[in-house]
């Protein structure tokens, strides 16, 4: 999501105090109609209207692990999500670590040596 600049959010109330209505404003400045709406919420509960940071914003387990994560399936082809989430200490759900190999264009795909039942074709 874009993040608008402080003069956008000074507009839109300007804009407000000069009469025009949220959907007017909206097609003006080219944003839409809920930004529009929001900015005026703030505004009249007395909010700061400055873009909040974005400096705490967590990270994706594959950009925070990644390394971690490439390193122990290239030592260990035969891995599991399981063992990653062991081996590697990490407090991510099964999943999140799944789209986290994904991401990283990792597979841990093991290929089967005989039929998949176990049993002898003869």
């Known amino acids: 999501m874009k993040t608008y600049p402080m003069e956008y959010r000074l ?20 944003v839409s109609g809920s930004w529009v709406n929001s900015i005026k919420r703030l505004h009249q509960a007395g909010r700061s209207l400055a873009p909040k940071s974005r400096a705490n914003k967590r990270q994706s387990l594959a950009k ?5 994560i490439r ?13 990653l989430k062991r081996d590697l200490n990490l407090d991510s759900s099964i999943t999140n670590i799944w789209y986290a190999v994904r991401g990283l264009g990792l597979s841990l795909k093991k290929k089967r040596s005989g039929r998949p039942n176990g049993t002898d074709p003869t």
């Open 64 to 68: 925070r692990a990644g390394e971690r």
């Open 11 to 30: 507009r839109v109330i300007a804009l407000t105090e000069e009469g025009l209505s949220g959907s007017e404003i909206a097609e003006l400045l080219g």
């Open 71 to 83: 390193a122990r399936i290239a030592e260990h082809p035969g891995t599991t999500l399981e063992d």
